[in-house]
């Protein structure tokens, strides 16, 4: 449909929406692009224990000692924007992202809010809404030998299943785990091995055997999940065993020793690292578990916070300046979504544990990153009341920030999938953050 002709059917409003189900501006977007829309690509670094803003990105340098902690406010290259003096690599780069000061969760348990924050739905144990890049996996499929969806670190709660999951779409769309440390000198992924027995053509023999099994098959079982999930996972396990471009997407030797440096010699930085290179090869969505171990879980700062975090925030700091910067310096930025966050904030006023002040779990109010891919950068979203304690501009709820996810990537929220009987949207709440875009 030619836009003359579609505007002459009845004096369109801004906000009207075509037969096709775009807006007029998403229509004329649509046709000076050529109708082509570029691939956005996930890094997702989840900062799980629940990261203080207080301490990093909504500092309260007016407030008293108990409120605003040790660290000072700093400036960055943004006018106006101070970031915690902890963060000077970031701070240069401040124009590589935006800001979101005012988001708000439900939840202040672990496991809960992390399942919450990666998929935008309440827990469910009974039908679990899938996370963001199970639904990209399942609406924008690839056909690279690398796994679309990959989670750097088991994140899974004990009690709650593991946040970023398939849900009900079913374990075939469920991330690919690498539980090794990319920083150990031996790290490598055993997928790749292949028995010394089996050489290269027997497993293609297989492959074909494989084919012709899935053929009989499919006509006698394809009203069964569990045949069709055999076929995607045996056909994914022989792409990763037999190619090389799998396997040299995890070699982070092939990298230069001063770019690891500058990443960061540990589990985080090497990890950042290696979602870029995963990226490059072909991944669509890469979750990274974005902590060292401090001798306590995660960023669940519960005590002795400021001891943790001289060592957590330079680690966060170097390898997500370096990230932005090397991913900049390739051309990726711009179709490459990357968020930090964690599933909630920290208490606005310490505590005195006898181990040392802390800051306790807190959803009503915390901080998130967002840039590349699209999005506008260099902005600051919503504000927190001057204790940090809870919204007082522009409430971001984590269905809001997923809704946005969404958005950016090019995912129907909307879309429906049959669940134990019945139509579940992949996400039924939350709005876009238009001032990202």
């Known amino acids: 449909m030619h836009r003359r002709d579609f505007c002459n059917m009845g004096g369109l409003a801004i906000g009207?929406?075509?037969?096709?189900?775009?807006?007029?501006?998403?229509?004329?977007?649509?046709?000076?692009?050529?109708?082509?829309?570029?691939q956005i690509n996930?890094?997702?670094?989840?900062?799980?224990?629940?990261?203080?803003?207080?301490?990093?990105?909504?500092?309260?340098?007016?407030?008293?000692e108990e409120i605003r902690?040790?660290?000072?406010?700093?400036?960055?290259?943004?006018?106006?924007?101070?970031?915690?003096?902890?963060?000077?690599?970031?701070?240069?780069?401040?124009?590589?992202?935006?800001?979101?000061?005012?988001?708000h969760s439900y939840s202040s348990m672990h496991g809960e809010g992390d399942v919450h924050m990666m998929c935008g739905s309440p827990v469910d144990k009974n039908v679990q809404a899938p996370g963001i890049g199970a639904v990209l996996s399942l609406q924008q499929r690839q056909q690279s030998p690398i796994p679309p969806f990959v989670h750097l670190g088991n994140m899974k709660h004990p009690a709650h299943s593991m946040p970023g999951a398939a849900g009900f779409l079913g374990r075939t769309y469920n991330p690919f785990i690498i539980h090794k440390n990319p920083n150990s000198p031996d790290f490598a992924v055993?997928?790749?091995?292949?028995?010394?027995?089996v050489d290269v053509d027997r497993l293609a023999g297989r492959r074909q055997l494989l084919r012709s099994l899935d053929r009989y098959q499919a006509e006698r079982e394809r009203q069964l999940e569990f045949a069709v999930a055999h076929d995607i996972f045996t056909e994914q396990a022989l792409n990763l065993a037999t190619s090389r471009k799998a396997k040299d997407a995890f070699d982070l030797s092939q990298e230069p020793a001063k770019l690891r440096d500058a990443y960061g010699r540990n589990r985080v930085g090497q990890g950042m690292l290696l979602a870029r290179r995963l990226i490059e090869a072909g991944v669509r969505f890469v979750t990274i578990q974005g902590f060292v171990d401090t001798g306590i879980y995660a960023w669940d700062h519960h005590w002795g916070i400021f001891s943790h975090l001289d060592q957590q925030l330079p680690i966060y700091d170097s390898s997500y300046a370096a990230l932005?910067?090397?991913?900049?310096?390739?051309?990726?930025?711009?179709?490459?979504?990357?968020?930090?966050?964690?599933?909630?904030?920290?208490?606005?006023?310490?505590?005195?544990?006898k181990q040392g002040p802390g800051r306790d779990h807190w959803g009503r109010c915390f901080s998130l990153t967002i840039g590349g891919g699209g999005v506008k950068t260099g902005r600051v979203i919503g504000a927190s009341d001057k204790f940090g304690a809870i919204p007082e501009d522009r409430p971001v709820s984590v269905p809001d920030f997923v809704a946005t996810v969404y958005h950016a990537v090019g995912l129907d929220r909307h879309a429906e999938f049959l669940a134990q009987g019945r139509p579940m949207k992949m996400l039924p709440q939350g709005n876009v953050v238009s001032e990202l875009f």
């Open 16 to 38: 009207a929406v075509t037969p096709l189900g775009l807006s007029l501006p998403e229509l004329l977007a649509h046709e000076a692009t050529g109708g082509v829309k570029k």
């Open 42 to 64: 996930v890094i997702f670094m989840f900062l799980q224990g629940g990261a203080s803003h207080i301490d990093m990105y909504d500092m309260k340098p007016d407030m008293p």
């Open 69 to 103: 902690g040790k660290y000072q406010p700093s400036p960055t290259k943004i006018p106006g924007l101070h970031l915690s003096d902890q963060l000077p690599k970031l701070s240069n780069c401040a124009d590589k992202f935006s800001l979101i000061r005012s988001m």
């Open 190 to 197: 055993s997928e790749f091995d292949v028995a010394p027995a």
């Open 324 to 353: 932005l910067q090397d991913l900049d310096d390739r051309g990726l930025l711009e179709t490459t979504l990357v968020i930090t966050t964690g599933e909630f904030g920290r208490t606005p006023k310490l505590n005195t544990d």
